[in-house]
């Protein structure tokens, strides 16, 4: 099946500096990317769409300064946080379309997770 | 997307049938009931989706109900490694990403 790669799959840096993780489709083209955002105990929120050759789009309260989406090729996108604050420290958790789902089904298959932690 | 109501938690002994419902009352015609499961620290698993057919793969059963405001995930014989949160997706099968994670049930298999 498809699969999706993150990087790094843990990372921890000091407040205020910027942090970059990747999402790639190993096997598959992705036009479009999804990047979701998951506190402790708490369910996934999505954060954005990231759209290949295009601006991504953000969900409601989600800060597009903060949080840079860049999805320059069909197979990576990548999530950068910027001037990372303790507060932001959370699991990110990228997916992409299974191309390879039953016609008609949009399954989703997810990277294994990047766990950011800020200082 | 329809809004999806699931138990917070159950019990499930280690062999036997682990039976996960899930409410969804206000689905439209359209909509395609979707399951994923998350294990501990990784990302979610697609499990196994349907429109109102009962669906069986490989992993599990899904079993829609004739009006189809309820559906239930079964796991046939349960494992230790199916220890997991399971989430109760409404959806139609445009827009994929957008899918609404609720709280899901964490289901416990204990030996």
């Known amino acids: 099946g498809a699969v999706v790669s993150q990087h790094p799959s843990w990372v921890i840096c000091k407040s205020g500096t910027s942090v970059k993780i990747e999402c790639r489709s190993l096997?598959?083209?992705?036009?479009?990317m999804f990047w979701y955002r998951q506190f402790p105990k708490q369910s996934l929120m999505l954060m954005a769409t990231s759209n290949e050759g295009s601006k991504a789009t953000y969900e409601q309260g989600v800060e597009k300064d903060k949080f840079l989406i860049n999805h320059a090729s069909l197979t990576l996108s990548t999530l950068t946080v910027t001037s990372a604050h303790p507060e932001d420290s959370s699991f990110y958790i990228c997916s992409a379309r299974d191309p390879g789902a039953n016609s008609g089904a949009n399954v989703l298959t997810f990277g294994a997770g990047s766990r950011l932690t800020v200082l | 997307d329809a809004k999806t109501t699931q138990p917070t938690s159950m019990d499930c002994a280690e062999g036997r049938a682990a039976n996960l419902p899930c409410n969804h009352s206000t689905i439209s015609g359209n909509e395609y009931v979707y399951w994923y499961r998350q294990i501990h620290s990784q990302g979610p698993q697609y499990i196994i989706h349907g429109l109102k057919n009962n669906e069986t793969n490989e992993m599990a059963s899904l079993i829609i109900t004739e009006d189809r405001k309820s559906s239930t995930l079964i796991l046939p014989h349960a494992t230790l490694r199916d220890t997991a949160v399971y989430y109760c997706?409404?959806?139609?099968?445009?827009?994929?990403?957008?899918?609404?994670f609720g709280d899901g049930t964490t289901l416990t298999v204990k030996p």
């Open positions: 096997d598959f083209q992705a036009t479009t």
């Open positions: 997706i409404v959806r139609t099968n445009t827009n994929a990403g957008k899918s609404t």
